[in-house]
């Protein structure tokens, strides 16, 4: 190998060693405003699953024992970190860099003296709010910079779901609206409910199968 071929491989090397590789990985239609407006949503569903986090804890106390609302607000937390995580991901893939700033404490809170259901019920339901309509923001972004990557993303994987959690949870809130005019009794059937279906809406198809197992499960 002549000296010449020799330096110009070195060259090379040190030329691409000086590049950012992470960023000939973005292309032209993810915009900055994308890294922007994902990493908005990201800290909105990092603080949704701090929000769940917080009632699950709340309603498995003692002085609580609401387990099937626990299991409800469980399951809806880890499927908030799931979102936040999957669009962590998605952000790097595309060459974008996640932000990692602090989560702010939730001001949501489960009374227990007496327990009281409609406060922390409308709080979530508002909470699934703010995250669909920030999902519409982030989508109007994708559409602005034409990255139909991010707009099937966002229609398939959020708006969706989400648009199913709003309507379940204002469900649940006249539920729960319904059997607090005779304190303790309703509540309880509501909590069977959830705990009997693993913490999914009862009315729901999947958890009518979910619940139908653990009364199988409970004849045998």
Not at 71 to 99: H, I, T, V, W
């Amino acid at each position: 190998m002549s000296a010449t071929t020799e330096e110009e491989q070195r060259k090379v090397t040190y030329d691409y060693s000086q590049m950012s590789i992470h960023s000939l990985v973005r292309t032209k239609t993810f915009h900055p405003d994308l890294d922007k407006a994902i990493n908005k949503h990201i800290a909105l569903e990092l603080f949704s699953w701090y929000s769940f986090e917080k009632l699950m804890a709340e309603t498995s106390t003692s002085d609580v024992a609401l387990h099937g609302f626990a299991k409800f607000f469980c399951r809806s937390a880890n499927e908030a970190l799931a979102d936040a995580l999957f669009l962590r991901k998605y952000l790097l893939q595309r060459g974008g860099m996640p932000e990692f700033n602090p989560i702010p404490a939730p001001k949501v809170t489960w009374p227990q003296k007496p327990v009281e259901p409609h406060e922390p019920i409308h709080a979530c339901l508002e909470l699934e709010k703010d995250i669909y309509e920030d999902a519409i923001k982030l989508l109007d972004v994708a559409q602005q910079h034409h990255d139909y990557g991010t707009q099937n993303m966002i229609e398939d994987r959020i708006l969706k779901k989400e648009t199913r959690h709003i309507k379940d949870l204002g469900d649940l809130l006249k539920a729960v609206n319904r059997v607090s005019k005779v304190p303790g009794h309703g509540l309880y059937h509501i909590d069977k409910d959830l705990r009997e279906c693993d913490g999914m809406m009862p009315w729901c198809n999947e958890a009518t199968k979910v619940q139908k197992e653990y009364k199988d499960l409970a004849m045998t």
